[in-house]
């Protein structure tokens, strides 16, 4: 051990594979939050992975596109709204282990956009309080930054 190591509790588990046989997926995805402080969720549709799950809108980073790029094409393709990448405040990410591939998620808070978010590819949104998210199905990747989000908000 080196003189300036510092012992702490032990590290709590974390669904990690470090064996480096998972593909790598990128995605971006948005916790949107609207003047009374509630945050939007997207129920994933039928027919796709995790069909039924609540999530935060966004989707897989594109070959040759910066985060906030594929950020702005995934929410006008799934909401109708614009943002302009500046209001995309970076605030956490995910990287965890699923059994088929390793997610690598930044999440952004945003707080301004033009239009009215529709649910052009979600079976539902909800705008929905900080606390009362854990009253919705998640993915596992999303469980840590939704604590997060309810210590900021
Ligand atoms: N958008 C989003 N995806 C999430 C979250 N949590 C989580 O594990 N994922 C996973 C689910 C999917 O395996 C992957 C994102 O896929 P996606 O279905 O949203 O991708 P996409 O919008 O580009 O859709 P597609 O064109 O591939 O059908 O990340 C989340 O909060 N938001
Ligand atoms: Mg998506």
């Not at 998972?22 to 995605?27: D, K, N, R, S, Y």
């Not at 079976?123 to 199905?137: F, H, I, Q, S």
């Amino acid at each position: 051990m080196t003189e300036n190591a510092h012992q702490s509790a032990p590290c709590p588990p974390r669904p990690i594979n470090v064996s480096g046989n998972l593909p790598i997926i990128h995605v971006v995805a948005a916790a949107l939050v609207d003047s009374d402080g509630r945050v939007l969720i997207a129920q994933r549709p039928e027919g796709k992975a995790m069909a039924g799950l609540w999530e935060f809108p966004g989707g897989k980073v594109e070959a040759g596109e910066i985060p906030e790029m594929a950020l702005r094409r995934e929410l006008y393709e799934e909401l109708g709204i614009d943002v302009c990448v500046s209001c995309m405040q970076p605030f956490s990410f995910a990287s965890h282990s699923y059994d088929r591939f390793h997610l690598v998620m930044p999440l952004f808070v945003i707080r301004n956009w033009d239009g009215l978010v529709r649910p052009l590819e979600a079976a539902a949104l909800k705008w929905v309080r900080p606390m009362r998210l854990g009253d919705y199905p998640m993915p596992a990747a999303d469980l840590p930054l939704v604590s997060m989000l309810q210590d900021l908000l």
